[in-house]
Every structure is written in structure tokens, then in C-alpha cells.
């Protein structure tokens, strides 16, 4: 007869009371010896009940188990071995995943649509039941009573999947095993509640209920479904050694060793196992804390020697940036395991760096998918070969991803005295670390006269008061010249391994950041160069992750817009946007946002960008007051969109004063507004080119000036024109372009206008009596004909005797100037080079679709300087 023997002993736990005993001066002595005998007792006899539960459970049955558990074992049978090396494939499914029945049923299609030899299936507690684990330990030890139903609830939710699920023996099963963990919990959370008091062992082995029961459902789906399954309660085979930074490490040696006899004693090709719960080397159970579960899945994976873990959630793969910030961000097919480690440090929504270093250690890869879109292909976390090929991406970009932390403060600590002088750093951080401050980041100059580190917000109020108090005698000397605080920061980081390997990346970086006016406060770059991190303002901190992105990806170079003056030449522009947007994006990724377009009276705002194709409508149907203010702070304040450029179409003097305080703010303007004296060069004057281009034959004076306004030449009132004054400015444009300080009452002017009528009281009275004076310019017309000449109106600019003036002048046939036709203008630059024959330059000079067309090149001009191809 083959002999038997027990497993030993040491597999069950020997745990101190997890209670405080009650002591109190204040209270009745026997009471308090009765509360303390309850409590010890009840300690007692959650723990039997605990182990009895343990020792009860035959293996595969899916009951609840714990690593203890009393198993015979027949030495005279063969050990089975565990079998290794690119046999095993590992998933991992979290709490969204398992939320549902009828996704646990798609959990379990595809585990057996995968054609490995052998698979490890890691699951997480059902969507939201880990936090209702937690809220009945807060319940409980908040002495509130609701933690009974509270407990009731987490049954019912089990019950109701299970009903759904399962079938026959194996629900009848699983049901009875609830019925005992609930009423068990209930037990345990009794005594939790006369205590007050939860100790971290009975937490962690109450919340990680969840898991064991997701474990067990899953299992059985799959058994129906005719594979080899058994699940595996990982408290038995996982032993990690709890850390000071409520973090643990697992023990490898010992876990391999406990998986070895597990399977032994289950040999199985698919086995369910529990995430995020393991046992200390006393056989305690515990948890792996923060994504403990996504850290089971790989320590699984480094055990197993696995050929691939496939860490399965809610989301395409890992993206570029956060998709919820930057519209753009793509989906990286593949990153080394560096760069997912320092993108999950930055808060990407990456896996958490420890979860990564099981894996390392075997090359093993690691697959981001999406259990709802099974057609994506994810992300592969692996190490990087020479030869890898990014097929998918459009540009094989040396910076990866982005990432952002907010909420954080910069603190700066400064002083001529700490130049030189060992342990100053070393004093610094041993201070924050006393008040337990986690730094995310730290920047010095070479000089040691400053350290600046970044700190989460909450935390540094405490660090500045430590660091005052540690360095106050310094302070007081002088040798210390401040700590400083900098709050409402935020970190940047961006990462790429071939950032080391390629020049100008770190340029680039800031002048995207430069260009959408963003001003950064720190940088910090370790020398892998897998990143470079600066800290920015907060407000500017979607912007500047919006900016560098597009810079590094191509993605859309997005501007916002806003128009300002919806008119003749506003409203040509706007159309012609809505023409050519399709293009510019799909050809160019450039995208020209809308978000608002004002008059002086009305005003329509978009917070996505107005439908152009129906922006005249829109702006009756949904327009409000006209506002400017309003109106710049919304199409500015815009954080999705990291360019801002207002155009004014306008020819109001009030608006162009705004120009000033809008550059300051990092807005671009653009316009053909002159009155602001300012801006791009624009040629002289279309208007008069037209009148005096076509000021021939027997048309009258008054016709000609008719016609262009009716051709939309003119300005509203032509005499804006006719004065000269429009010429002046583009005079002083011109001038001020060359050098000269020159103000529009510097520049003599010939007014066009019969001296009886500047004073008409509007455009329709004076355009009535024109006629009157025709006589005076046709006389001025015969002359200029009588001598084989043509009449022009003409701005000159003298550089060297540094003057200007606007005049009528009669020109020969043969001169360039009268060559013109239309709303054609000429200018010509004479100067030493260009003394005999000018430079000359000539093109349309007037017309809505001309001046808007115009304008449109700027806008074209600012987006390649912002990014954009050219």
C-alpha cells in the first residue's frame, strides 16, 4: 500500500489578532474585558471557519480556496512535470472584460479560438466589485449598518451572472460556495465592525473575493465548452515579500517551486487563474496592490517561460497621447518595453512599470488588445529589433508617445552658498522624503546654485514647510537665497528610444512649444534620452501636448479661427474655406477651425468648429451680441486646439487697437486692415488702380467711381478712397517696411474728392452729386491725353530723403505704369542695383476674391510655419 503523506503544516497561517484589545479608563472594566474576550473570539473563529474552508475544497470543483489547504498526496505515482518554452500563451482580462454574463461568454470564446498548446487565463474581479469589497470593509469599520445589505448586493450580483451563465451541478455548486464566502464575509466584517478597525490581512483577503469568484465562473463557461480547464486560486502559487512602499516583490524562486506542484497535482492545457491576489511567505494571503492584476498575468507569463502574455481591455492599444486630448493620436503598433516603461510613469494609460520587468527577463512580449474590437491588432510591448518595421505608421517618428501628469508644483531651492558644498542635494531629498513626498522629476544647473524638483500638489505644502524648518539657519545666513513654490504645473513628457540616435529632436520639441506660445518653466532629460520632460503651466498644458504632437506626428495641424467683419471680404473668405477644408485636410492634414465669427452687431460661436456651409444661416438662426471680448476669449480658450489666429476683415480702427494685446496672449493675427499700420505688406491701392485704369475714352469721372463700387472695389464709402488716405497708409506701410519712422500726418496727401462734398453727410448723398464735378477731370484727363500721357494716382516712398506722398501724376504711354488694366497694381522699386531699369511688381489690387484669396495665403503661410508641409 502506497504511503501517504500530509502537506506541512507551514502552509497555514498563523496571524496575531488583527485587532487593537480596548482599553479605557472611562468605560466599565468588565465591559471592556467582555468586548476584548468577543473580539479574540471572533478573530478566532474567522479564521477557523477560514482554514476549515480551505481544507473542505476538492480541487476543480470551483469552490473559493486559499493558498492553505491539507492535500494527500501519493508518492507512488510519477510527478507530473510543467511543461515550458513558447508551449504557454497568457491573457488577462480585466474587470470590464469579466463586467457582464455575456462578456464573460465572449471571454470565453476567446480562449478557445486560441490555438495555443497551453494557456493561462488571468481575470480580474467583475467590473466595480473590488470598490464594493472595499466600501463593505469602509462600512464596516465606519461602524455603519449598511454593510449588510452592502454584502447582500455583492451576493446578488454574483448570483445573477451565475444564473445566466450556468446551468445544472455546476451553478448548484458555485451557489452553495457563494452562500458560504458571503455569509463568511459577513462574520469577518462583524467583527471589523465592533473593532473599528480593519488590519491590511483581512482587507486584502476580503477584497480579493471578487477575483476567486470571476475565476470560477469563467472556468466553468469554458469546461462547457469541451476544453481541459481547471482554475487556479494564485494564493497558492504566488508568494511575494511586501514592501515599504506599499508595493510587493515577488518571490520567483518559491512561486516557480508552488507552481511546479500545483500543476503537478492539476495537469491541465487551460487553467483560469485569479489576478491580483498572492500570499507572503507565511502563507498570508495579500494582494500585488495597484494593477495587481495585469502584474499577475506577467509574473504568470516570466514563470511559464510564456511565448506571448495578451493583457486584454477596453481600448485599441496604447495611443500616442490621450486620445481624450489630442483627437489625432494613433495607435502604436509597437513600442520596446523602455518606452512603455516611461510613458506608464508619465500616466499613459500603459501598463505600470513593474508590470513589465517579469517579462524583460525572458523577452517575453506583451499584447494590448481590445476585447471589443477583436479587428485591431493592438500594441506590441517587446524588445526592439533592428529591423522592425512600423508598415502601419505614418511616419516612423523618433518620439513615440507623449504623455502628461497635472496637478503638480515645481519647488525651486536657491542660493550662491550651495555652489560646491557636498550633500546639500542629499540634505534636500532626505527632508521630502521624511514628510513621505513622491518627486516626479528634478532638474539642476551645472552652476549647483539651484535644484528645482516637481512634487504632486497636495503634497507640497508639506515639503516647503520641511524644507524651511531643515534649511532655516541657511536661510537666515544667507546661504540660501529662497524655496521657492511654483504651483498649477503640469509635466510633459516625450518618449522614444530613437530619440537618442537622432539630432534635433530636443529642438524641435521647443520650438513646437514656442510657436503655440507655450513657456516652459523646467526641463529635464536623463541621458538614455528615452525622454524629455518639461514642466508647463496647466492651462497651457493640452495646448502644448496638442503642439508638440502634430509637430512630431504630422497629424492635422488644427488652427481656430475666428473672423471678424462676416462683410463682402469676410464673407468671401469664409466661403472660400469652405471650399478648400476638405483638401487641406485630407491632403495637407491641415485643419482650419471656425469657432467663431463676429459683425459689430452679432456674433455665432462653435465649441467644434461652425459648418461653413451653412455659416450665414447658422449666424441668423443661433447669432448673439457681438461681444469682441467674449469672442477672443472663446476661440482662444479653446485647450483642444493649440493655434489661435483671429482674422480681421474689417477696416475699424477699434479692432485693430486690439491687435497689441492679442500677439501678447499668443494670438496670430492676420488682415488687411490698414489702419492698423501694421501687418503684412500690401501692395498700393487697387481701387484707384481700377478708377484711373478705366478713366478713359468718354467714360465719365463718376461712372468709373460707380462701377468699382459696384465691383466691390471701393470701401464702403469711396471717398475713403478718393481722399488718399488709403494710398497713405500703405505708403507708411511701405516705409516703415524700408526702415523710416513715419506717421500718417508726416505723409501730403492730394485728395481726389471736390473740396464741396467731404462734408455729405454718407456715401449715397456724395456719390449723387459727383457728377457735378466731372467736368474738373475730364479737363485733367485731355491734358494728360494732349501730351501722349495717362493719369495715375501714385504713393511714393523716398528712402533717402526719408519722406513720403500720395498725388496724382501723369506717366508715358511706354511706362510701366501705364500698362495697367483693371484693378491691376504696379509698384517699382528703384535703388542703386535697380537705377535704370525699377524692379517692378505687379498684380490685382482689389476685388473680394482677391483680398480674400490673399488672406487665405496668409493663413496657409502661418500653418506651414507652424507645422504644417509647405
Known amino acids: 500500500m502506497a504511503r501517504q503523506q500530509l502537506i506541512p503544516t507551514r502552509l497555514i497561517p498563523q496571524l496575531p489578532c488583527p485587532y487593537p484589545r480596548i482599553s479605557t479608563c472611562q468605560q466599565n472594566s468588565s465591559l471592556t474585558s467582555r468586548l476584548n474576550r468577543l473580539i479574540v ?81 488571468v481575470v480580474s474581479a467583475m467590473s466595480k466589485v473590488t470598490d464594493m469589497m472595499y466600501d463593505l470593509i469602509y462600512k464596516a469599520q465606519s461602524r455603519d449598518d449598511s454593510y449588510i445589505a452592502a454584502a447582500d448586493a455583492v451576493f446578488e450580483k454574483h448570483r445573477l451572472t451565475a444564473t445566466d451563465l450556468l446551468d445544472g451541478e455546476d451553478l448548484a455548486s458555485f451557489l452553495a460556495q457563494l452562500h458560504d464566502d458571503v455569509n463568511n464575509l459577513k462574520a469577518m466584517l462583524h467583527a471589523i465592525y465592533i473593532a473599528g478597525h480593519a488590519t491590511e490581512s483581512f482587507s486584502d483577503f476580503i477584497v480579493g473575493h471578487g477575483e476567486l469568484w470571476s475565476a470560477q465562473m469563467l472556468s466553468y463557461v469554458v469546461r462547457k465548452s469541451g476544453l481541459d480547464c481547471k482554475w487556479m486560486d494564485t494564493r497558492e502559487v504566488l508568494i511575494v515579500n511586501p514592501t515599504s512602499s506599499n508595493q510587493v516583490d515577488p518571490d520567483f524562486v518559491e512561486s516557480e517551486k508552488r507552481l511546479e506542484e500545483w500543476f503537478s497535482r492539476n495537469p491541465c492545457k487551460t487553467i483560469v487563474a485569479t489576478g491580483f491576489v498572492a500570499s507572503t511567505p507565511q502563507n498570508i494571503p495579500t494582494t500585488l496592490k495597484r494593477d495587481g492584476s495585469d502584474f499577475s498575468a506577467a509574473i504568470m507569463g516570466a514563470l511559464l517561460r510564456a511565448r506571448q502574455v495578451t493583457i486584454w481591455t477596453d481600448v485599441n492599444g496604447v495611443y500616442s497621447a490621450d486620445p481624450r486630448k489630442v483627437s489625432e493620436a494613433v495607435i502604436l503598433r509597437t513600442l520596446s518595453y523602455q518606452e512603455a516603461w516611461e510613458m506608464s510613469y508619465f500616466g499613459a494609460n500603459v501598463l505600470h512599470p513593474r508590470t513589465i520587468i517579469p517579462v524583460m527577463r525572458y523577452d517575453i512580449p506583451i499584447m494590448i488588445r481590445n476585447i471589443f474590437n477583436l479587428a485591431s491588432p493592438g500594441t506590441m510591448i517587446c524588445q526592439p529589433s ?15 508617445g507623449f504623455a502628461t501628469i497635472d496637478n503638480v508644483a515645481l519647488v525651486n531651492v536657491e542660493g550662491t552658498g550651495m555652489a560646491g558644498v557636498p550633500g546639500t542635494a542629499s540634505a534636500i531629498f532626505s527632508a521630502v522624503k521624511d514628510v513621505g513626498a513622491n518627486v516626479i522629476m528634478i532638474s539642476q544647473a551645472s552652476s549647483e546654485h539651484s535644484v528645482c524638483f516637481a512634487v504632486p500638489e497636495k503634497e507640497v505644502k ?12 541657511a536661510l537666515d545666513a544667507g546661504r540660501l537665497s529662497q524655496v521657492a513654490i511654483v504651483p498649477n504645473c503640469s509635466i510633459l513628457a516625450a518618449v522614444g528610444q530613437k530619440m537618442a540616435s537622432t539630432p534635433g529632436v530636443s529642438a524641435t520639441l521647443f ?3 514656442a510657436k503655440a506660445s507655450i513657456n516652459v518653466r ?38 481656430a479661427m475666428g473672423i471678424i467683419g462676416p462683410g463682402l471680404i469676410g464673407g468671401t473668405l469664409l466661403d472660400q474655406l469652405r471650399d478648400q477644408a476638405a483638401v487641406l485636410k485630407e491632403e495637407f492634414n491641415i485643419d482650419l477651425r471656425v469657432m467663431g465669427i463676429t459683425g459689430s452687431r452679432g456674433m455665432l460661436l462653435s465649441e467644434v468648429g461652425i459648418d461653413l456651409s451653412r455659416w450665414r444661416e447658422l449666424m441668423k438662426e443661433n447669432g448673439e451680441i457681438a461681444d469682441l471680448e467674449k469672442f477672443t476669449h472663446h476661440v482662444h480658450g479653446n485647450h483642444f486646439i493649440p493655434n489661435t489666429v483671429l482674422v480681421d476683415c474689417t477696416a475699424d480702427s477699434n479692432v485693430a487697437s486690439c491687435y497689441y494685446d492679442w500677439l501678447r496672449k499668443g494670438i496670430h493675427v492676420i488682415t488687411p486692415n490698414k489702419k492698423a499700420n501694421s501687418g503684412p505688406l500690401d501692395q498700393v491701392t487697387g481701387t484707384l488702380s481700377y478708377i484711373f485704369n478705366n ?32 494710398v497713405a497708409r500703405k505708403v507708411i506701410i511701405l516705409a516703415r517696411e524700408s526702415g523710416l519712422k513715419l506717421e500718417l500726418s508726416d505723409i501730403p496727401v492730394q485728395s481726389l474728392v471736390p473740396e464741396p462734398l467731404r462734408a455729405s453727410a454718407s456715401a449715397e448723398a456724395f456719390m449723387k452729386r459727383l457728377p457735378q464735378f466731372d467736368q474738373d477731370m475730364a479737363k485733367e484727363r485731355q491734358k494728360a491725353e494732349d501730351a501722349g500721357d495717362v493719369l495715375r494716382y501714385v504713393g511714393v516712398v523716398d528712402a533717402v530723403r526719408q519722406e513720403g506722398r500720395v498725388e496724382l501724376r501723369r506717366y508715358k504711354k511706354d511706362h510701366p505704369f501705364a500698362q495697367l488694366s483693371g484693378s491691376d497694381n504696379i509698384i517699382a522699386f528703384t535703388t542703386t542695383r535697380y537705377k535704370e531699369q525699377p524692379l517692378i511688381v505687379r498684380g490685382p489690387g482689389a476685388g473680394a476674391q482677391v483680398t480674400a484669396g490673399g488672406i487665405f495665403s496668409d493663413i496657409l503661410r502661418l500653418a506651414s510655419y507652424l507645422g504644417a508641409p509647405s
Open 462 to 473: 508639506a515639503v516647503a514647510e520641511v524644507l524651511q524648518s531643515r534649511f532655516r539657519q
Open 41 to 121: 473570539q471572533r478573530h478566532h473563529f474567522e479564521w477557523t471557519s477560514f482554514v476549515s474552508q480551505w481544507g473542505r475544497r476538492e480541487l476543480g470543483c470551483g469552490h473559493v480556496s486559499s493558498s492553505v489547504k491539507a492535500v494527500l498526496l501519493d508518492e507512488s505515482k510519477e510527478k507530473i512535470r510543467l511543461p515550458k518554452v513558447d508551449m504557454w500563451s497568457v491573457h488577462k482580462f480585466g474587470g470590464t472584460c469579466v463586467g457582464t454574463s455575456e462578456r464573460i461568454k465572449n471571454v470565453a470564446e476567446v480562449i478557445v479560438n486560441d490555438g495555443s498548446d497551453g494557456k493561462l487565463v
Open 522 to 559: 523646467a526641463i529635464a532629460q536623463g541621458c538614455s534620452e528615452y525622454n524629455i520632460t518639461v514642466v508647463v503651466k496647466r492651462e497651457d498644458c493640452i495646448r502644448a501636448l496638442r503642439a508638440v504632437h502634430s509637430r512630431f506626428y504630422l497629424s492635422k495641424t488644427t488652427i
Open 695 to 726: 478713366f478713359i475714352g468718354t467714360q465719365s469721372f463718376s461712372e468709373v467711381v460707380a462701377e468699382a463700387k459696384q465691383a466691390g472695389y471701393t470701401e464702403p464709402d469711396p471717398r475713403d478712397d478718393l481722399s488718399g488716405t488709403d
Open 386 to 400: 533592428m529591423n522592425v518595421s512600423e508598415d502601419d505608421q505614418k511616419l516612423d517618428s523618433p518620439v513615440k
Open 511 to 513: 520650438n513646437a512649444l
